[in-house]
């Protein structure tokens, strides 16, 4: 089955920084990357997602990019504030239906 | 419009017991997917329920059943507790369950296993 792994674990960066989250997957047939941000209380929310056929997607402060042959692909927020403090999970899905999540980055912002 | 609701929001049980959680999708989503949530293991998929009927299922044992009625709804219960079940399990709804579509999750409930 597919395996996805995720890094690193905890990054804390200063406000104002950026935050670069990498996921690497194993099944080639993976050709949809969604990546959510879950806070504290909640259940994860997506933010932003990616299709094979893309190599980098943007919104605002948050990039996504895909690089399918070495079968990796990474969460860009630039200018982070305080209130992107979350766990962030990305995920890899195929036609199936089925998405594989990475086992989640906390990430810390401090003022 | 409302988001996806699960009751209950905390849950204490013992060794041996069986549990139910229930799940609401937002209203006009008819797939609803189970996870699990562990600190180890991270979001584990469960199971997805489409008209009433399982669509995909995870690698989980036998004790995780699940369930879903003609309003989409959707319960999971857990038989014969193990601690091993304590977790956060959330439940996500999508329109039809379709290859790229936004999942929309819960809140989770959070079971604890004494």
């Known amino acids: 089955g597919e395996n996805v792994e995720q890094h690193p674990s905890t990054l804390s960066v200063q406000e104002g920084d950026s935050a670069v989250i990498k996921c690497t997957y194993s099944?080639?047939?993976?050709?949809?990357f969604p990546w959510y941000k879950q806070e504290l209380g909640k259940g994860p929310q997506l933010i932003i997602d990616?299709?094979?056929?893309?190599g980098e997607k943007k919104d605002q402060r948050i990039a996504v990019t895909l690089n399918k042959t070495a079968k990796h692909f990474s969460l860009h927020i630039t200018e982070t504030q305080p209130e992107d403090s979350a766990v962030y999970f990305c995920?890899?899905?195929?036609?199936?239906?089925?998405?594989?999540f990475g086992d989640g980055t906390t990430l810390t912002v401090k003022p | 419009k409302a988001g996806v609701t699960q009751t209950p929001r905390y849950l204490i049980k013992t060794r041996g017991q069986q549990v139910t959680l229930s799940c609401s999708p937002i209203?006009?989503?008819?797939?609803v997917s189970w996870y699990q949530q562990t600190p180890g293991q991270g979001l584990q998929f469960l199971f997805e329920?489409?008209?009433?009927?399982?669509?995909n299922k995870g690698n989980f044992p036998g004790r995780f059943s699940g369930r879903q009625f003609s309003n989409s709804r959707s319960e999971m219960n857990v038989s014969t507790l193990e601690l091993g079940d304590s977790a956060l399990y959330l439940c996500?709804?999508?329109?039809?369950?379709?290859?790229?579509?936004?999942?929309?999750f819960g809140p989770g409930t959070r079971l604890l296993v004494l």
């Open positions: 996500a709804s999508s329109l039809v369950g379709g290859f790229q579509e936004t999942q929309y």
């Open positions: 099944d080639s047939a993976s050709n949809y």
């Open positions: 990616i299709r094979s056929n893309v």
């Open positions: 995920a890899a899905g195929t036609n199936a239906g089925k998405s594989t």
């Open positions: 209203s006009g989503h008819r797939s």
């Open positions: 329920y489409f008209s009433e009927t399982q669509r």
